[in-house]
Structure formats: structure tokens, C-alpha cells
């Protein structure tokens, strides 16, 4: 069954420190599709990331990284230098290709609430 | 500019009413859904439609009910028969089904308290 875990249920940290947020996920499709979403205080999800499960190359934008490995079933996410501006929910999402039974459903973990002191 | 709009942001409730929340997008979105946000839990599917006049039920449809009559609007009504209504309920759309054809874009929210 997809299931995806997010086991740091907070994280806080000081400005300007790294800090790293886990995903692990389970899926029996070969084909699927990894996101990360910010939730700020205003409630809105704020796409982050898509990855496919056939890219496993790790990409950066900015102070954002993500670290893809199929070998153990992670996707996690680091921010570099941290800000105020970061303090938020974060969520990783995973969504199986079923072909022409797509339902475009996404699973989400539990989400990190990430807080960044000054 | 382009996005969703989720109204109304906040609504209080008395038990056994009806309430409905709206949902419109401008994004010309094929797809869109409708998913509930408890504390500390991520996000679960309540329903999702494809197409114009057709919709589907997702992980927790009891006590939910939805229309999909024009592409740009998406209607939730929560009903009495939800048990525990009291949760942070978000809309969200797709240009094609969210996955091999891209992310969900997300409304703001609506925050539904039952008193």
C-alpha cells in the first residue's frame, strides 16, 4: 500500500543553521511521482518540488536541495541557511502512475513544522 | 490573476446543519479535488472530479457531498452525517491528473468549526 512518512513532527532550529527533512516512502508501482509542499501560516500549499521516480538525480533551486534515493526509499529535502521566511508546515507527497486508472490522488505525510528562530 | 478561491475563509456551524463550501478557479483546470487537514495529520482526499459532471469519491467521503457543474467551480457540502466535521478543508485543481501530468495547486483553505 502507498503510505509516506514524515517522522519529525517539529523541527526548530536558529537562523542560518541547515536543516534537513525527512521523507520515506512505500510504494509498489515502478512508476510514481515525489512532491514537496510549504504550508505558511496562511494555510495555502505552496508547490515545492515534482519529482519522477526514473530521475534520481538530485536537484537544487537556491537554498533548496533534495536528495532522492530509490535504494532506501527517501526523498528528503535540506534548506541551507535557514530563515525566518521558512518557518512553515512542510509535506512530501507521493502519487502512483496507474495508466488509464490515474486519479491524479496524491498521499501525503504528516507533514514537518519547521520553525527558524532569529 | 490566475489561482482558486476558497470562500468563505471561516465558517462556525451548529450541529446537524448543512454547510456548503465554495471552490471556483480560474486556472482553465480539468481536474479538481477537495482534501481535509486535521492537526498533526497530512492531507486526506475527501472527493475529486476529472471532468465536467462527473466526480468520484475519494478516502473519506461519508458525509460529504460535492457538484461539478461548470469546470471552474467545485462545490463541498458538509453534511450532518459527518461525524467530526471541525477540520481545515482544502480545495485544489490540476491541468491534467495530478502525478504523470503535474502538482496540485491549492486554495487557501476554509476553516469549518462546529459549535
Known amino acids: 500500500a502507498q503510505k509516506v512518512t514524515q517522522a519529525q513532527t517539529e523541527i526548530s532550529v536558529v537562523e542560518k543553521e541547515d536543516v534537513t527533512l525527512d521523507c520515506v516512502y512505500e510504494t509498489r508501482d515502478t512508476t510514481y511521482y515525489l512532491f514537496w509542499y510549504k504550508q505558511p501560516p496562511s494555510g495555502e500549499l505552496v508547490f515545492l518540488i515534482r519529482r519522477n521516480s526514473f530521475d534520481e538525480q538530485n536537484e537544487i533551486s537556491g537554498r533548496y536541495s533534495w536528495n532522492f534515493q530509490k535504494s532506501t526509499s527517501s526523498f528528503n529535502f535540506t534548506i541551507t541557511a535557514s530563515q525566518v521566511v521558512d518557518s512553515a508546515v512542510y509535506f512530501c507527497a507521493l502519487s502512483e502512475d496507474y495508466g488509464s486508472s490515474n486519479t491524479g490522488k496524491l498521499i501525503f505525510g504528516q507533514g514537518t513544522t519547521l520553525q527558524v528562530k532569529p | 490573476d490566475g489561482g482558486i478561491t476558497q470562500s468563505p475563509k471561516y465558517l462556525f456551524r451548529k450541529e446537524g446543519q448543512n454547510v456548503t463550501l465554495s471552490c471556483e478557479q480560474n486556472?482553465?483546470?480539468?481536474?479538481m479535488y477537495w482534501y481535509r487537514q486535521d492537526p498533526g495529520q497530512g492531507l486526506r482526499l475527501i472527493y475529486y472530479s476529472q471532468i465536467v459532471n462527473d466526480f468520484q469519491k475519494g478516502d473519506i467521503a461519508e458525509g460529504y457531498s460535492v457538484s461539478r457543474e461548470k469546470k471552474e467551480s467545485f462545490p463541498l457540502t458538509v453534511t450532518s452525517a459527518q461525524k467530526n466535521p471541525t477540520a481545515f478543508y482544502l480545495c485544489?485543481?490540476?491541468?491534467?491528473?495530478?502525478?504523470?501530468?503535474?502538482?496540485?495547486?491549492f486554495g487557501e483553505g476554509s476553516r469549518l468549526t462546529v459549535l
Open positions: 486556472l482553465n483546470h480539468d481536474a
Open positions: 485544489a485543481s490540476s491541468h491534467g491528473l495530478a502525478g504523470a501530468f503535474g502538482e496540485l495547486f
